[in-house]
């Protein structure tokens, strides 16, 4: 399942940081690419591209299951058919044409060109899917109205330094993270006194280095 939570704020800005992150001075840099796979393979195109030695990221976490009598905790992926990948747009045109694994690119529906994940926010995800709790939550296609949510930083415990909306979900107080209109996930419980607000100016300053000139 993917969420579609939207940060209308990011999104008229969007378009422009896909399109100056790709070149750096002539040269490409690796970019976050969201790919779709088919059939649940999201971890046999993660194996295949770790034997390449190309960088990638399936959202995953730890699930109790009964087996012969007895629960144990798996380590399964928590949205199927998704990968992200970082690599050049060289190189993942050629992963695409010597894979035999089915992969497409996600594509921006604005620009009609494969989305490009901007780097803080897939530090943000990576920084709360990557500790596999099994009680993080990850929000369905309708999640609601986030809009009221405060803008925070997280600074202490497992999901130090992501930066979200803080929000109430199931009865908890949560920072939710989201990669503008793919997937959101949302912190285990987090205490008020383990968050800072975000401001204005903290906001701006990121989005004036994302979009400055490269």
Same mark, same amino acid.
């Given at each position: 399942?993917?969420?579609?939570?939207?940060?209308?704020?990011?999104?008229?800005?969007?378009?422009?940081?896909?399109?100056?992150? #790709? &070149?750096?001075?002539?040269? @490409?840099?690796?970019?976050?690419?969201?790919?779709?796979? %088919? !059939?649940?393979?999201? /971890?046999?195109?993660?194996?295949?591209?770790?034997?390449?030695?190309?960088?990638?990221?399936?959202?995953?976490?730890?699930?109790?299951?009964?087996?012969?009598?007895?629960?144990?905790?798996?380590?399964?992926?928590?949205?199927?058919?998704?990968?992200?990948?970082?690599?050049?747009?060289?190189?993942?045109?050629?992963?695409?044409?010597?894979?035999?694994?089915?992969?497409?690119?996600?594509?921006?529906?604005?620009?009609?060109?494969? #989305? &490009?994940?901007?780097?803080? @926010?897939?530090?943000?995800?990576?920084?709360?899917?990557? %500790? !596999?709790?099994?009680? /993080?939550?990850?929000?369905?296609?309708?999640?609601?109205?986030?809009?009221?949510?405060?803008?925070?930083?997280?600074?202490?415990?497992?999901?130090?330094?992501?930066?979200?909306?803080?929000?109430?979900?199931?009865?908890?107080?949560?920072?939710?993270?989201?990669?503008?209109?793919?997937?959101?996930?949302?912190?285990?419980?987090?205490?008020?006194?383990?968050?800072?607000?975000?401001?204005?100016?903290?906001?701006?300053?990121?989005?004036?280095?994302?979009?400055?000139?490269?």
């Amino acid at each position: 399942m993917a969420g579609m939570v939207l940060d209308c704020k990011k999104k008229s800005n969007f378009a422009l940081v896909e399109v100056r992150t #790709i &070149i750096k001075k002539g040269r @490409e840099k690796k970019v976050w690419y969201a790919i779709r796979v %088919t !059939y649940h393979r999201e /971890l046999k195109v993660k194996e295949d591209l770790d034997a390449r030695g190309i960088t990638s990221f399936v959202p995953m976490q730890y699930r109790r299951e009964e087996r012969n009598g007895v629960m144990v905790k798996r380590l399964v992926p928590s949205v199927h058919n998704l990968i992200f990948i970082h690599t050049t747009p060289s190189e993942m045109v050629e992963y695409k044409k010597t894979t035999n694994l089915p992969i497409r690119y996600i594509m921006n529906r604005e620009t009609r060109k494969p #989305i &490009i994940v901007p780097s803080n @926010e897939m530090e943000n995800f990576i920084k709360v899917a990557g %500790t !596999y709790d099994e009680k /993080l939550i990850y929000i369905n296609p309708d999640p609601g109205d986030f809009t009221k949510g405060e803008r925070v930083r997280i600074i202490g415990g497992p999901f130090a330094g992501a930066e979200g909306l803080f929000v109430r979900i199931k009865g908890d107080r949560r920072v939710l993270v989201n990669i503008l209109g793919l997937v959101a996930v949302a912190t285990t419980y987090v205490h008020p006194s383990m968050i800072e607000k975000i401001t204005d100016a903290d906001s701006k300053h990121q989005l004036d280095n994302a979009l400055s000139p490269i």
